[in-house]
């Protein structure tokens, strides 16, 4: 087995029904929804092409193998990517050694959905990247730090959950244990699986929303001190239904694209 490089934040995740499962969400009509415990309705998947981020020693490609016609699979690692092919011979495997970031999607001309165990350390850079390409995925499933998913689908929001929430409908996958992976992270981590669409507000109103979260704990009042003085800006918010006292993460979507109107 090739040794993990700690620097690219490799843990090799062991369990393969877990490992199946993942694949079964990025390949199957339906999705389930682990924090609602329901299924979720989507539309007759007919996806041949899976993209994978960061296959490692090829342990979810052995999954997505079966499910796919084709795999691209994206490696950083030359040492991985050099024989990730040699493990499945025959099989429609292209790897390709390269920077996920810098992949250039538009290279492909059918539908795909993408899948991965992608590195803690770059979760927002990849996320902002298969969520504003031209050529949207139909759906994207990734194991990711457990805090970061659940802070992405929670209702209290952050920037990135915002971001998220414009761009795509976000589920919630099951959780893995630490003691899954191989090393151990320090952490645990979940699947979150995307179906990616038009942004819902513009440019405009995400603009104001980095404003306002420039200072994510501060009240948002003063946050915006820019736009207006203190007295019109809490007239705004008593006119939207908006806490005088809150802070960036308190407002939905909705808040902003209506506080935008009226900043303008």
Not at 70 to 92: M, T, Y
Not at 105 to 113: G, P
Not at 187 to 201: E, G, M, T, Y
């Amino acid at each position: 087995m090739v040794a993990n490089n700690k620097a690219l934040g490799q843990h090799w995740l062991k369990n393969r029904a877990i490992l199946d499962v993942i694949a079964n969400l990025a390949a199957e009509e339906t999705a389930y929804d682990y924090s609602e415990k329901t299924e979720v309705e989507t539309e007759r998947q007919t996806v041949k092409l899976c993209v994978e981020i960061g296959p490692g020693l090829g342990t979810l490609t052995s999954s997505l193998l079966r499910r796919f016609e084709k795999v691209i699979a994206i490696e950083f690692d030359n040492r991985l990517a050099e024989n990730l092919p040699r493990s499945f011979p025959g099989k429609n495997l292209e790897v390709i050694n390269g920077d996920i970031l810098k992949f250039d999607f538009s290279t492909i001309h059918e539908k795909y959905v993408i899948a991965g165990n992608i590195p803690y350390y770059i979760t927002s850079p990849i996320i902002e990247k298969v969520l504003t390409m031209s050529n949207l995925p139909e759906k994207v499933v990734l194991l990711m730090q457990k805090e970061v998913a659940e802070r992405i689908l929670d209702d209290k929001e952050t920037l990135l959950s915002l971001f998220v929430k414009n761009r795509a409908e976000a589920v919630a996958g099951p959780i893995v244990t630490r003691d899954e992976f191989t090393p151990p992270p320090k952490v645990d981590s979940r699947v979150l699986i995307l179906r990616p669409h038009k942004p819902l507000v513009d440019e405009g109103v995400f603009s104001l929303i980095k404003i306002g979260f420039r200072a994510p704990r501060k009240k948002l009042v003063h946050n915006l001190s820019g736009f207006k003085n203190k007295t019109e800006l809490e007239s705004i918010f008593i006119k939207l239904g908006i806490e005088l006292n809150a802070r960036p993460g308190d407002l939905s979507l909705a808040d902003w694209q209506k506080l935008r109107v009226e900043l303008s």
